[in-house]
């Protein structure tokens, strides 16, 4: 019987091991210090939804876009507490998600917000071009600026263990449908990258790094037919977009960790 070999080649093999090299430099994990954390607060939050894709081009048409201003118009007329849900159920999202499967308790957003050290350090680090997804919460170029010796002062303001700063991207992760000259229909999937870092108070280096926890794209669509957007699907197609993206986080980081105990 003769016997079978797969042959690959050379190319192949160097691009599977730059992807492996890739995925390991993009996320550090140090259990030592982090087995000491019981206690968190997200103390960065940055969300961003673009599902801006090639296909637009083809359903463009001017009565499509007309349709897509105005309803961005009423949104931002209903204020930001409305204009803001989408990221702070993200920001909800990954507090419930570090809880249930690291084992930490994180701050709800109004304690985080309402805390004096919090407010302080927010005002001095606020800068042009860092804007605040939700109100009152630090951009994560802000958090970048704080000094070894704030985060230990913000560590100690808050009564926590860690302090995490959070920078979620929602894209479109595949279509489907078919549109030409502004007639047709495109369903676009929702996919969302997360980059997360945990500082504590034992050095200055980062607890835990992830520069891109990249999770599935969602099986719910969000239909565009002749440039006209459908949002009835809009909220269940990113939650589980968020949902992939926050399985992805922690399973790279139980990758590196090892058995997280539990509570």
């Given at each position: 019987m003769k016997s079978s070999r797969v042959?690959?080649?050379?190319?192949?093999?160097?691009?599977?091991?730059?992807?492996?090299?890739?995925?390991?430099?993009?996320?550090?994990?140090?259990?030592?210090?982090?087995?000491?954390?019981?206690?968190a607060a997200i103390v960065a939050f940055a969300w961003s939804v673009d599902l801006s894709s090639d296909s637009d081009k083809n359903l463009s048409n001017s009565i499509g876009d007309a349709i897509n201003t105005s309803k961005t118009i009423a949104t931002l007329a209903q204020g930001a507490e409305v204009a803001e849900?989408?990221?702070?159920?993200?920001?909800?999202?990954?507090?419930?998600?570090?809880?249930?499967?690291?084992?930490?308790?994180?701050l709800p957003l109004t304690e985080v917000t309402a805390n004096t050290v919090y407010q302080q350090l927010n005002t001095a680090t606020h800068q042009i071009g860092a804007e605040a997804a939700i109100t009152g919460v630090m951009h994560p170029l802000q958090a970048g600026r704080l000094t070894p010796a704030q985060r230990k002062e913000l560590l100690k303001g808050l009564g926590v263990d860690a302090l995490l700063i959070a920078d979620i991207k929602i894209r479109v992760g595949g279509t489907s449908g078919f549109a030409m000259a502004g007639l047709g229909s495109i369903t676009k999937y929702p996919q969302a990258t997360i980059a997360l870092t945990a500082y504590g108070a034992q050095d200055n280096e980062p607890m835990w790094q992830d520069k891109y926890a990249a999770g599935d794209k969602a099986k719910t669509g969000i239909a565009n037919t002749m440039g006209a957007q459908n949002d009835s699907t809009k909220d269940t197609a990113l939650a589980e977009a968020m949902a992939s993206g926050l399985d992805k986080l922690i399973a790279r980081y139980r990758e590196q960790s090892g058995p997280i105990a539990s509570k």
């Amino acid at each position: 019987m003769k016997s079978s070999r797969v042959c690959l080649s050379v190319p192949f093999i160097l691009l599977a091991f730059a992807q492996a090299v890739a995925g390991c430099a993009s996320i550090q994990v140090r259990p030592a210090p982090l087995a000491t954390v019981h206690k968190a607060a997200i103390v960065a939050f940055a969300w961003s939804v673009d599902l801006s894709s090639d296909s637009d081009k083809n359903l463009s048409n001017s009565i499509g876009d007309a349709i897509n201003t105005s309803k961005t118009i009423a949104t931002l007329a209903q204020g930001a507490e409305v204009a803001e849900q989408p990221a702070r159920s993200g920001y909800e999202a990954l507090g419930k998600k570090l809880d249930e499967s690291v084992h930490w308790a994180v701050l709800p957003l109004t304690e985080v917000t309402a805390n004096t050290v919090y407010q302080q350090l927010n005002t001095a680090t606020h800068q042009i071009g860092a804007e605040a997804a939700i109100t009152g919460v630090m951009h994560p170029l802000q958090a970048g600026r704080l000094t070894p010796a704030q985060r230990k002062e913000l560590l100690k303001g808050l009564g926590v263990d860690a302090l995490l700063i959070a920078d979620i991207k929602i894209r479109v992760g595949g279509t489907s449908g078919f549109a030409m000259a502004g007639l047709g229909s495109i369903t676009k999937y929702p996919q969302a990258t997360i980059a997360l870092t945990a500082y504590g108070a034992q050095d200055n280096e980062p607890m835990w790094q992830d520069k891109y926890a990249a999770g599935d794209k969602a099986k719910t669509g969000i239909a565009n037919t002749m440039g006209a957007q459908n949002d009835s699907t809009k909220d269940t197609a990113l939650a589980e977009a968020m949902a992939s993206g926050l399985d992805k986080l922690i399973a790279r980081y139980r990758e590196q960790s090892g058995p997280i105990a539990s509570k």
